[in-house]
């Protein structure tokens, strides 16, 4: 069988919906369109019951109780309801003092949590940035050696996004919650992927998206703890006090359901398809690494998400990999911008140097990814390294035994 090009390998970036939740969702758009708001007809309430049921789907996937499920258009909102909400919630000076609470986060956060963080800053926070180890990991004792008296949130995501590095989010929930700090997790990437327990994991505040987990873009989760202690914010958007008075506006009824149906698949299906997709992962990494020298597999090796990999090729341009490998849809750690080559700041926040980390890949699999395409993926990588490889002066340089680190280059 001939197999069908361009392939998805870029699970990380988003997933497609699951047949399962479109058709969950279909009848929301035309025979239940009522607004949950309406209260006094029956549009409403089947609008209503939908949201609830959601909210429930959604609330046993994390171990939390539905009234403390806060639906949003994604991660992005959650994450600055979350950080922007509990800073202004829980400063302890007044707007235009400087001194007003410590925020602690690490420099290889997504921007949807970096940019929240850096706006606290000019509002008067003082913001430690962690830089972890090259093998991307963030530690209770890196957390709780930044703590300071002042300290009122940590942030740390629980797997990282270009990555799939999985911090050590219990833990440094149990240390915020002995000092009394709060604490938010952006979940994005794990949600869907791996068991959350928001009272075992000891996590006050938590965002997913359901574009990640098989759902439908522009609707997300911020959980906010309710008891022991109750998290308090202040919300970003002002209206008809939907969401507890958290998020106003009309409820995406469509897409909740959506994302509630793709909660629940996760519960059925979750640990056969990580199985299934680790083996896939470990051969790509097994299989590349044996056939191509000079490759480097980003991040730590064993705590990792299992579909995920970030492998970095030397002596090849990351542009040139990505264009020799088009039939494959994948992310690239060299984002070109229109004035410069700017190498992932993830990679180079945990340590790896500019040219491995313009040359690196991020591959993601999903639930459909076959094992055809995985070998498909491995043999065009291999292929466009080595073909790369023998254009470059420094590959051949690099085999006659001249150490390039010492070379000068003369500049014109
Ligand atoms: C770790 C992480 N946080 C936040 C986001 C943003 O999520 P959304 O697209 O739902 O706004 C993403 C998506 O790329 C992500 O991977």
Redesign the pocket.
């Known amino acids: 069988m001939v197999l069908k090009t361009p392939i998805y390998m870029d699970h ?2 988003t997933t497609p919906c699951d047949p399962r939740v479109v058709e969950a969702m279909l009848p929301y758009f035309t025979e239940s369109f009522g607004n949950p708001g309406s209260r006094n007809h029956s549009f409403g309430w089947a609008g209503e019951e939908a949201v609830k049921k959601a909210r429930k789907q959604v609330a046993d996937l994390i171990g939390a109780d539905p009234k403390e499920i806060i639906f949003t258009s ?4 959650s ?1 600055n309801l979350a950080i922007k909400g509990a800073g202004a919630m829980y400063a302890r000076k007044p707007v235009g003092e400087t001194g007003r609470g410590h925020v602690i986060v690490a420099v290889h956060e ?1 921007k ?2 970096l940019d929240p963080c850096k706006w606290l800053m000019k509002q008067g926070f003082d913001v430690t940035f962690l830089e972890p180890a090259i093998d991307g990991i963030v530690t209770e004792e890196m957390v709780k050696s930044a703590i300071r008296e002042d300290t009122i949130l940590v942030t740390v ?1 629980w797997a990282n ?1 270009e990555l799939g590095t999985i911090n050590e989010v219990p833990e440094i929930g149990a240390l915020c919650k002995a000092r009394n700090i709060v604490f938010h997790t ?1 979940a ?2 794990w949600v869907g992927k791996m068991p959350v327990d928001v009272n075992a994991d000891n996590i006050d505040l938590l ?1 997913l ?1 359901g ?2 987990i098989y759902g439908p873009k522009g609707v ?1 989760v911020l959980y906010v703890r309710r008891r022991r202690p109750r998290i308090r914010l202040v919300a970003l958007q002002d209206g008809g006090g939907q969401e507890r008075g958290f998020r106003s506006g009309t409820l995406n009824v469509t897409g909740i359901v959506g994302l509630g149906k793709a909660c629940e698949l996760y519960a059925q299906e979750a640990d056969a398809e990580r199985e299934r997709l680790l083996a896939m992962r470990n051969r790509i990494e097994e299989q590349i690494t044996a056939r191509l020298s000079n490759v480097q597999v980003n991040g730590h090796p064993t705590r990792r998400l299992a579909h995920l990999t970030n492998i970095s090729f030397g002596f090849v341009e990351g542009e040139s990999l990505m264009m020799a490998t088009s039939e494959i849809a994948m992310s690239s750690g060299s984002a070109c911008t229109s004035a410069s080559l700017e190498p992932s700041y993830v990679l180079k926040g945990i340590g790896v140097g500019d040219d491995m980390a313009h040359s690196s890949l991020r591959l993601s699999l999903g639930r459909w990814t076959t094992d055809e395409q995985v070998d498909f993926t491995i043999d065009k990588i291999c292929e466009a390294v080595d073909k790369l490889r023998k254009l470059s002066p420094l590959w051949d340089m690099y085999n006659e035994g001249i150490d390039l680190t010492k070379i000068e280059w003369a500049a014109h």
Do not use: F, L, P
């Open positions: 990380a970036a994604g991660s992005t909102e994450n997504h949807a949590v995501m996004n952006d994005t990437q965002s998206s574009h990640k997300g």
